[in-house]
Nanobody, 118 residues
């Protein structure tokens, strides 16, 4: 069983920055693919960014160049640095882990609210 606990959300003005953190349990965190998803009111959940065990990353087109995902395996933590925030980035952000080589993300955090005011 893997537990994920997000932190770092809040209210920020457009153009500002936030850093989200996700602390994970589990002895083999370094082998997990980790990701951040978000869900805005009335919209489907979407992948924001992901990072593999080897450090490869991918981003949604809408956040590329503004957001950066990273991980610290010594701390069992994954981060999402969000810069140049826009009102359309407002959503609940979820941390997710995929502990198997293939398939869906199988562990999820409880979510943290990010609100960007114009």
């Amino acid at each position: 069983q893997v537990q994920l606990v997000e932190s770092g959300g809040g209210l920020v003005q457009a153009g500002g920055s936030l850093r989200l953190s996700c602390a994970a349990s589990g002895r083999t965190f370094s082998s997990y693919t980790m990701a951040w998803f978000r869900q805005a009111p009335g919209k489907e959940r979407e992948l924001v960014a992901a990072i593999t065990s080897g450090g490869s990353t991918n981003y949604a087109v809408s956040v590329k160049g503004r957001f950066s995902i990273s991980r610290d395996n010594a701390k069992n933590t994954v981060y999402l640095q969000m810069n140049s925030l826009k009102p359309e980035d407002t959503a609940v952000y979820y941390c997710a882990a995929r502990t198997r080589l293939t398939g869906d993300y199988n562990y999820w955090g409880q979510g943290t609210q990010v609100t960007v005011s114009s």
